[in-house]
Nanobody
Framework: QLHLVESGGGLVQAGRSLRLSCAASGLTSPYFEYYGLGWFRQTPGKEREGVAC????????YYEDSTKGRFTISRNNAKKELYLQIDSLKAEDTGVYFC??????????????????WGQGTQVTVSS
């Protein structure tokens, strides 16, 4: 069982940057690298949407259109951590950000349906 905990959210001004982290526990290190990982965002009145993810291998990353060029997903397999760097924050980035993990790495990783494990989420609020 993989347990995920997000951190790094908060209240930030528009235009600033933020780095979210997601720490995984419950597995030994050699297995974490095989997990598919992604970040999702839920904003009021909207369904949870995938914003960034790793695809069928770590060289493949996918981003939701509105985040391209501003969001960067990365991972440290040795530390069992996932990160999301958000630059040039906008008011519409406000929401709860979740990290997710799947037992298989897939290129359809922006879909929440492929994930087996979810964190509790961290709130990001962008003030204009």
């Amino acid at each position: 069982q993989l347990h995920l905990v997000e951190s790094g959210g908060g209240l930030v001004q528009a235009g600033r940057s933020l780095r979210l982290s997601c720490a995984a526990s419950g597995l030994t290190s050699p297995y974490f690298e095989y997990y598919g990982l992604g970040w999702f965002r839920q904003t009021p009145g909207k369904e949870r949407e995938g914003v960034a993810c790793f695809g069928s291998d770590e060289s493949r990353t996918y981003y939701e259109d509105s985040t391209k060029g501003r969001f960067t997903i990365s991972r440290n397999n040795a530390k069992k951590e996932l990160y999301l760097q958000i630059d040039s924050l906008k008011a519409e980035d406000t929401g709860v950000y979740f990290c997710a993990a799947s037992r298989l790495q897939r290129d359809s990783c922006l879909s929440g349906l492929v994930y087996d494990f979810w964190g509790q989420g961290t709130q990001v609020t962008v003030s204009s």
